[in-house]
């Protein structure tokens, strides 16, 4: 009796969805009455699904010491070769529906794992309003509802790592915070296929450890699922994005672009007022998606493009995670650049779905008021203005249902400026050969 009240209290966790229900023989490891029970139980109070995905990978860089932020972490000083787990993911997901069989209740927990420690990655919960079948409600720590590459799950992406743009802009993805959503979910409502998402997030996302100012970033999406031509092999989707937020001012003192001379420099502009006005952070973004109707010989192409104001500091354009401060914790002001960005990607399976080719070309431009040579110290300029474009290539395998392997090649190229260390083409190219278990 000891065993079965074990069983029943651990039941939810052992509902196993999708692929380890259909594989596995479940009455290999309980017996019938055991099952009858879980099941019961199941019913009652909904279910639960267990998910996850490993990435072991070894990567080469073009010189010792390569910046590469953006393939998966800086190397040391003194190397141009690791391996690294570059993510250890388990997902939990409970479901709860009504009676008649529609969503009521959704709640998801994420950590990843990884040689550097343990992170809380999703946990969230989620309401369908049941009358009108029209609208949920997320609250919690979840992705940010803008734009394509974002929404993509590391575990289904070609390419190993998104784009510079995206992880400048939206480093990690995910926000604490609330969003409402419209799609219609019964099958015959005309506007099924089309989706709004509305949500508020505190700014910083998971790369800070609290909310420091107090201002929000407002959030939303409108897109169209997957629509498919009757007279063209073709499918498309899309969507436009928006992120319109900032953060307060704690100094007197801020930086934006200002022409003197016509020349444009990094102004400072010094006054009490200053202090909790808003330092922008305006996005605006598109996206569309193709793909081919056939399975065998797919081809696929996904495009983006971003531009707006974006708040950062004197060395670094990304959203600052803590209030920004010096080696004597001094506050620092903030920078305000205009930029733009995008990225280009096709996706070219060989006949079979278990082999496709990868090409990737993205850019991010966090200063479209300067380039080049205009680019110095004099004019308060820093390595936070300068242009990066990334050409990527690759070859990916999928060995079985649970296993995938990908070798991968990065390209990146960086404007010549006057800066130190930007007067030529920095070596930080980087080879990447990563497997993925997953289940």
């Given at each position: 009796m000891k065993i079965l009240k074990g069983y029943l209290l651990i039941a939810p966790l052992l509902l196993i969805s999708n692929i380890s229900l259909a594989q596995r023989n479940i009455n290999d490891i309980l017996d019938s009455t055991t099952v009858n029970n879980l099941l019961i139980i199941s019913k009652k109070y909904g279910s639960v699904s267990f998910s996850g995905y490993m990435q072991p990978q070894f990567q080469y860089a073009q010189s010792k010491g390569t910046a590469a932020e953006f393939q998966g972490g800086n190397f040391g000083d003194n190397a141009d070769n690791r391996f690294r787990l570059r993510r250890g993911r388990l997902r939990a997901d409970y479901s709860l529906l009504n009676d008649d069989g529609t969503p009521s209740t959704y709640f998801?927990?994420?950590?990843?794992?990884?040689?550097?420690?343990?992170?809380?990655?999703?946990?969230?919960?989620?309401?369908?309003?049941?009358?009108?079948?029209?609208?949920?409600?997320?609250?919690?720590?979840?992705?940010?509802?803008?734009?394509?590459?974002?929404?993509?799950?590391?575990?289904?992406?070609?390419?190993?790592?998104?784009?510079?743009?995206?992880?400048?802009?939206?480093?990690?993805?995910?926000?604490?915070?609330?969003?409402?959503?419209?799609?219609?979910?019964?099958?015959?409502?005309?506007?099924?296929?089309?989706?709004?998402?509305?949500?508020?997030?505190?700014?910083?996302?998971?790369?800070?450890?609290?909310?420091?100012?107090?201002?929000?970033?407002?959030?939303?999406?409108?897109?169209?699922?997957?629509?498919?031509?009757?007279?063209?092999?073709?499918?498309?989707?899309?969507?436009?994005?928006?992120?319109?937020?900032?953060?307060?001012?704690?100094?007197?003192?801020?930086?934006?672009?200002?022409?003197?001379?016509?020349?444009?420099?990094?102004?400072?502009?010094?006054?009490?007022?200053?202090?909790?006005?808003?330092?922008?952070?305006?996005?605006?973004?598109?996206?569309?998606?193709?793909?081919?109707?056939?399975?065998?010989?797919?081809?696929?192409?996904?495009?983006?493009?971003?531009?707006?104001?974006?708040?950062?500091?004197?060395?670094?354009?990304?959203?600052?995670?803590?209030?920004?401060?010096?080696?004597?914790?001094?506050?620092?002001?903030?920078?305000?650049?205009?930029?733009?960005?995008?990225?280009l990607t096709f996706v070219q399976t060989l006949n079979s779905t278990d082999n496709q080719l990868i090409f990737k070309y993205d850019w991010y431009d966090p200063n479209t008021k300067v380039k080049g040579i205009q680019i110095n110290t004099a004019n308060k300029f820093s390595a936070a203005d300068v242009r990066f474009d990334t050409f990527g290539f690759g070859f990916l395998h999928h060995f079985n249902p649970h296993l995938k392997a990908v070798i991968y090649y990065d390209v990146i190229r960086n404007e010549k400026t006057k800066l130190l260390n930007f007067d030529k083409d920095i070596k930080d190219n980087v080879l990447t050969i990563r497997t993925q278990f997953y289940f």
């Open positions: 998801v927990f994420q950590f990843d794992g990884t040689e550097q420690g343990v992170n809380v990655r999703d946990f969230w919960g989620r309401y369908y309003e049941h009358h009108f079948q029209l609208f949920s409600f997320t609250a919690g720590l979840a992705g940010r509802p803008f734009g394509n590459e974002l929404q993509l799950s590391s575990s289904s992406r070609e390419a190993p790592e998104r784009g510079r743009m995206s992880q400048t802009l939206m480093k990690t993805e995910r926000d604490l915070g609330v969003m409402i959503s419209f799609n219609p979910r019964k099958k015959t409502a005309k506007l099924k296929n089309i989706q709004f998402d509305l949500g508020i997030y505190n700014g910083q996302g998971l790369s800070g450890p609290q909310e420091f100012d107090n201002s929000k970033d407002f959030v939303l999406r409108l897109s169209h699922k997957s629509y498919a031509f009757k007279k063209l092999p073709l499918n498309i989707s899309g969507g436009f994005s928006a992120l319109l937020g900032g953060l307060n001012h704690q100094l007197p003192v801020k930086y934006e672009m200002q022409k003197v001379n016509n020349t444009w420099v990094m102004a400072k502009d010094s006054s009490i007022t200053n202090i909790n006005k808003i330092a922008p952070r305006k996005y605006y973004g598109a996206d569309i998606q193709l793909s081919t109707k056939k399975k065998s010989w797919k081809s696929e192409l996904r495009a983006e493009f971003i531009k707006g104001l974006q708040t950062g500091t004197s060395t670094n354009s990304s959203t600052p995670n803590t209030v920004p401060v010096d080696k004597n914790t001094t506050k620092l002001p903030y920078y305000t650049r205009s930029f733009n960005g995008a990225y």
